[in-house]
């Protein structure tokens, strides 16, 4: 029986700040942390768009030790990023996030192979025999890797029981949380994770969260409450120009990009730099879209 706690609400994902020599800035990402939790969020996670497929294994490492260690000052959930390209690497991800007090390890499969659905079992139950946290399956093949099968995750979650949660990434969104749903009788614990495009229609589907990405998770914390209360007008009119924001953002570069200008035009970063190579720059005018779209999402809270 895991004893980290349940997990459910909005999670975001956060950005990883480098200094000037290409280190993570341990001090940028902690104020980073505590703006997020300042929102009324759930907790943190680390994700793709933190630019884990980027670091080496010490900096992801560094990386969860300093988010764990605020969500565990502020006694909020933690959520930590631990699929790799091996088996083995992914447990020994998941073995330190769950040494340094994360609530679970979220796992992608590895994106170099494509493994029929015995090798992705078995890759999955690996990381879960290996821990006693939650782990959370993410199907993130909206941006790397292909989707896979419903019935390997139901199998886990029929396994692994209350330990298990999903993050469906593969479109069409809703009709996999329906699908994950009615495979599991209605046991599964799906999570939105497109960053609130598809959190109204998977909330009606039976979502209990989402994971969005840092830079305006206060609009998604306010959609959430919205939703959570039956608030529909609000959540809807949050709802539009914040996936008009998340159209613009088509590839992990794109997500880093345009969230690290957020979070620097609101103050949270003092630094857009990103790893390289990079398959995205943004461009004046794709900026200047993103500022509009950024001021009616926040003009959009403020509706009753």
Known sequence: MSTSRVLAGVLPVIQTPFDDDGAIDEVALIKE??????QGVAGLTTGMVSEVLRLSET???????VVV???IERDVISVISCGAESTNTAVMHARHAEAVGADAAMVIPPISV???DDALYGYYSAVADSMSIGLVIQDASGYVGRPFSIEVQAKLLATYGERIYFKPEAPPIGQRVTKIRDATRGQARVFEGT???ALVDSFRRGAVGTMPGAEVCWAVQKMWDALASANWPLAYAISGPLSLL?????SIDSYVAIEKHILKR???LASTFARGPLGYHLDEETRAEVDRLFELLRLATLST
């Open 69 to 71: 260690g605020v969500a």
């Open 266 to 268: 609101q103050g949270v």
């Open 33 to 38: 942390c505590q703006w997020v939790l300042n």
């Open 114 to 116: 494509v493994l029929d």
């Open 59 to 65: 900096e992801r490492h560094q990386l969860s030790e």
């Open 195 to 197: 960053g609130g495009v």
């Open 246 to 250: 998340i159209d613009l953002q088509t």
